[in-house]
């Protein structure tokens, strides 16, 4: 054979590796991007599925709401029935027990003038447990130097 002809045939040869080589780095590279793609459209889904969830949740809270409100009211009519009813054979009122609501109690605020109590996991003042002394000892014989412990 001919030395040019071997150019020729290794040229071709070249190209022809080149090709398969790069068909198969484009492939290998395009399966990541495929699965990347399977993966966003998973995500998408799953952003659905909890958008879906959210709002059905939403509705069911909503009507429990309405339900508990429902129960409230028909408690307090039902305990003012009874007591009207124990009015009304001459008893005494029974006193009420648990069904108050919140805007019936009486709650200090700043505008009516009365103080607030202080929390009970607070100090007091002076002798708290939260008070920067509180354990500390003024005896002279705390202060006085103590042998050394073996």
Request: with cysteine.
């Amino acid at each position: 054979m001919d030395a040019s002809k071997i150019n020729w045939i290794l040229a071709i040869a070249c190209l022809l590796a080149g090709t398969g080589l790069g068909a198969l780095g484009y492939h290998l590279l395009n399966s990541s991007a495929a699965s990347l793609q399977k993966l966003r459209q998973r995500l998408a889904e799953r952003d659905r599925e909890l958008a879906a969830l959210r709002e059905g949740m939403d509705d069911h809270l909503g009507e429990v709401s309405r339900l508990v409100a429902a129960l409230q009211r028909d408690g307090e009519a039902l305990a003012s029935r009874l007591a009207q009813d124990a009015l009304s054979l001459g008893g005494k009122a029974a006193p009420r027990t648990g069904l108050e609501t919140t805007a019936s109690k009486k709650v200090p605020t700043e505008e009516s003038g009365e103080e607030l109590a202080t929390p009970r996991d607070y100090a007091d003042g002076t002798g708290g447990t939260l008070s920067e002394d509180f354990g500390l000892k003024d005896d002279e014989d705390a202060k006085a130097p103590q042998p050394p412990r073996y």
